[in-house]
């Protein structure tokens, strides 16, 4: 087998399977992207991120010398808008600064919670 663990290579996909996808590699050897590893979405229909004949970039995650097939991953390959929004979320939330408790305006909540309370009981029939 001529590719490493880690390796980034093109292939061609062959067939598509409710599991996965097959890949023809470049050096004519044989992969499979599992399902879960297509995308970081959810993913109910291989087809709809890969189709035959499609030429694609995957990363080998896994070599089963054993049956001459290469574990492949899409996902770890292309990064998605989804990964990229939880990158900006969490770099964003560092920047924000949080109001002091003396600085709060609790004036709504103090002039309404003894009538809510009210409600409530009135609402749900206790007294």
């Known amino acids: 087998m001529e590719y490493h663990v880690g390796d980034i290579v093109s292939g061609e996909v062959t067939g598509i399977q ?3 996808a097959f890949i023809k590699l ?11 590893e297509i995308s970081t ?11 035959v004949g499609q030429i ?5 995650i896994d070599i089963l010398e054993d049956k001459q097939l290469y574990r492949l991953s899409l996902k770890q390959v292309t990064p998605t808008l989804r ?7 969490s ?18 909540l103090k002039n309404n919670l003894a009538k809510w309370i009210e409600e409530g009981k009135t609402k749900y029939g206790r007294s």
């Open 83 to 89: 990964q990229n929004v939880r990158q900006m979320k």
């Open 26 to 36: 470049s050096n004519g050897e044989q992969g499979l992207i599992h399902i879960s």
């Open 41 to 51: 979405y959810f993913v109910k229909n291989v087809s709809s991120f890969v189709q």
């Open 91 to 108: 770099s964003n939330s560092k920047k924000r600064s949080k109001i002091p408790l003396d600085q709060q305006d609790y004036t709504p």
């Open 18 to 20: 409710s599991y996965g």
């Open 56 to 60: 694609i970039k995957v990363k080998i």
